[in-house]
């Protein structure tokens, strides 16, 4: 019957360990580039991890199975990384589905960022593009206006018929 003295000292050592983890929290979150899904870990131990809602989209890009860190604590900024970051992939997946050459651009474009500066940085260029499409609804966002059409970027045009032509409205100056 030794085992059941040991019992509470096992209890006692989870407790602790539960309790530093709690306290002293993340140290930092990455994402895994191949699937979207984001862990945070104290240390070199992950202590969540959260999947991509449109993963299984994400996938279609064909990135490497690696992990990039994108947040460290304690935040250097009031801005949110990791979220900010999720939010646009899961706005490209919806890009993808009007456009997979816009879409594959605005994935490599946030990889990119994310290999380069961790998500510390700001966002990539394409990103004031990115919010216009709405991943909850899976549409451009409701009066949502296209500005910049006599934009002479190749991108810049192909975006906007994309917009125009599912809902968005020409900008009044």
Known sequence: ??????????VMGLLVACILL??????????????????Y???WIPIRHT???????????????????VVT?????????????TRMCEETVVWNRYDPVIGKMFADAIVSSIRTTHGEFGLPNQSSYLWMMDPTTGTVVPGC???DLD???????????VLLAHGAVAAKH
């Open 1 to 10: 019957m030794q085992t059941l003295k040991d019992i509470p000292v096992v």
């Open 22 to 39: 709690v306290t002293f929290g993340p140290k930092d979150g990455q994402i895994n580039l191949r699937t979207g899904e984001l862990r």
């Open 41 to 43: 870990r104290s240390g």
């Open 51 to 69: 999947p991509m809602p449109l993963e299984k989209e994400w996938t279609s890009f064909g990135f490497p199975d690696e992990w990039e860190t």
């Open 73 to 85: 604590y304690p935040l250097p900024s009031s801005n949110n990384p990791d979220g900010m970051i």
């Open 145 to 147: 206006e296209v500005d």
């Open 151 to 161: 934009s002479s970027d190749p991108w810049v045009k192909r975006i906007n018929a």
